[in-house]
């Protein structure tokens, strides 16, 4: 018999068929359904639902009251924070159930994201890398790695350091620029609305 090497609280509950790395920490009222894979080291807070056949990577931290549908997937490293939502069916109904792929959108929330609070994420958007989802932000289009967005709908209003400083970087696409990370000195250029780390002086 192998031995389990995560911890899930008695009170929560994992099916069959799930996956769930070694480290990882499964708290109280949660319920990992069929299917769901989740990394190693990932920490699961109070009231947390991973959905059948959701992909979650490793040292992810998923707060307190978020549920992950079926069709969204989280890289490495993303934080969720407490009671932030995700959809998975573009215009749902009660009395007239979407079926089918024309229905569903898949969601990716790339390396290092992190959604703030109450933070709603509608399906079949991209968050990239390292962007920063402030609480209570409607996201509703894609977003590009390093951005910082706030608001309803959510915005660009900045960008931020992979080590979750604010980089002192202009809004504007048509705007180019580079800088360093004033607390762990990490280089950025950008170029519109795309911002890249970059290496050397």
Request: positive net charge; proline residues 3%.
């Amino acid at each position: 018999m192998t031995k389990q090497t995560y911890f899930v609280h008695e009170s929560s509950y994992v099916d069959e068929g799930a996956e769930i790395g070694s480290g990882t920490r499964i708290w109280h009222f949660s319920h990992i359904q069929k299917g769901a894979k989740i990394g190693e080291n990932c920490s699961l807070g109070q009231n947390v639902n991973i959905g059948n056949n959701v992909f979650v990577g490793n040292q992810v931290k998923i707060q307190n009251n978020v549920s992950i549908y079926e069709g969204v997937t989280l890289e490495d490293y993303v934080f969720c924070g407490p009671s932030c939502v995700f959809t998975n069916i573009i215009n749902p109904r009660s009395e007239f159930p979407q079926k089918g792929a024309e229905f569903y959108r898949k969601t990716l929330i790339k390396k290092g994201a992190t959604i703030g609070a109450n933070a709603t994420i509608v399906c079949g958007v991209t968050i990239g890398q390292y962007a920063f989802i402030a609480a209570g932000a409607l996201v509703s289009m894609d977003i590009p790695a390093f951005a910082l967005v706030m608001g309803v709908p959510a915005k660009i209003r900045g960008w931020m350091c992979a080590c979750g400083r604010k980089l002192k970087l202009p809004v504007g696409q048509l705007s180019n620029e580079n800088t360093k990370c004033q607390h762990c000195s990490c280089r950025y250029q950008k170029t519109g609305l795309i911002v890249e780390e970059t290496t050397g002086g």
